[in-house]
T-cell receptor, first 110, second 112 residues
C-alpha cells in the first residue's frame, strides 16, 4: 500500500530562518511527486511536480528536491506570508490517483 | 475564469438527510476527484471519474454516491448523512499523466 509521511507535523520559524520540510514515501513505480500549499479556508494550491530522483525545482523562496525515498521542500529566508500548510502527494505508475501526506503546518513569525 | 467551483461553501444538516455537494469545472478536464479532509488524516480520496459516465471508488467510498453525466459536473451525494461524514470536502480536476490536480475551495459540511 502506498504511504506518504510528512515531517514535522508543525514548524515555527522566525522570519529569515531557513529550514526544510520532509516527505517520505513508499510507492510501486513513482509517476510523480507533487507539492501543494494550502491556506486556511482554501483548497490546496499546486506548487511543484517532481518526476525522478535528482530533480530539483524552485519558485521564489521554495526549492523542492527528490530522492528515491523522499522529497524535501527547502524554504530560504521565509516571510510571514509563507505561513501555510504544505502537502505532498504521490502518483503511482499506473494510476492517476494521488495519495497525500497529512501535511506540515508552517508558521513564520516576524 | 472560475476554473473549478464548489457549492455550497457551507452546509449544516441533520443525520439521515440526503445532501448533495456540487462541483463544476470550466476547463474540460477529463478527470475529476472528490476528497475529504479531516484532522489527522489529510486528504482522502472518496471517488473519482476519468470521463463522463465513468466513475470509480477511492479510499473511503462508503456512504457516498457520485454521478457524471456531463464532463463539467461531478456531484457528490450523501444518501443518508451520518455524523462521521462531518468534514471538509474538496473537488479537484486534472491529474492526467504527469499532470497536477487543481482544487476547488471546498465545502465545509456539518452533520448534527
Amino acid at each position: 500500500e502506498d504511504q506518504v509521511t510528512q515531517s514535522p507535523e508543525a514548524l515555527r520559524l522566525q522570519e529569515g530562518e531557513s529550514s526544510s520540510l520532509n516527505c517520505s514515501y513508499t510507492v510501486s513505480g513513482l509517476r510523480g511527486l507533487f507539492w501543494y500549499r494550502q491556506d486556511p479556508g482554501k483548497g490546496p494550491e499546486f506548487l511543484f511536480t517532481l518526476y525522478s530522483a535528482g530533480e530539483e525545482k524552485e519558485k521564489e523562496r521554495l526549492k523542492a528536491t527528490l530522492t528515491k525515498k523522499e522529497s524535501f521542500l527547502h524554504i530560504t529566508a521565509p516571510k510571514p506570508e509563507d505561513s501555510a500548510t504544505y502537502l505532498c502527494a504521490v502518483q503511482e505508475g499506473n494510476g492517476n490517483k494521488l495519495v497525500f501526506g497529512a501535511g506540515t503546518i508552517l508558521r513564520v513569525k516576524s | 475564469d472560475a476554473g473549478i467551483t464548489q457549492s455550497p461553501r457551507y452546509k449544516i444538516t441533520e443525520t439521515g438527510r440526503q445532501v448533495t455537494l456540487m462541483c463544476h469545472q470550466t476547463w474540460s478536464h477529463s478527470y475529476m476527484f472528490w476528497y475529504r479532509q479531516d484532522l489527522g488524516h489529510g486528504l482522502r480520496l472518496i471517488y473519482y471519474s476519468a470521463a463522463a459516465d465513468i466513475t470509480d471508488k477511492g479510499e473511503v467510498p462508503d456512504g457516498y454516491v457520485v454521478s457524471r453525466s456531463k464532463t463539467e459536473n461531478f456531484p457528490l451525494t450523501l444518501e443518508s448523512a451520518t455524523r462521521s461524514q462531518t468534514s471538509v470536502y474538496f473537488c479537484a480536476t486534472g491529474g492526467g499523466r504527469h499532470q497536477p490536480q487543481h482544487f476547488g475551495d471546498g465545502t465545509r459540511l456539518s452533520i448534527l
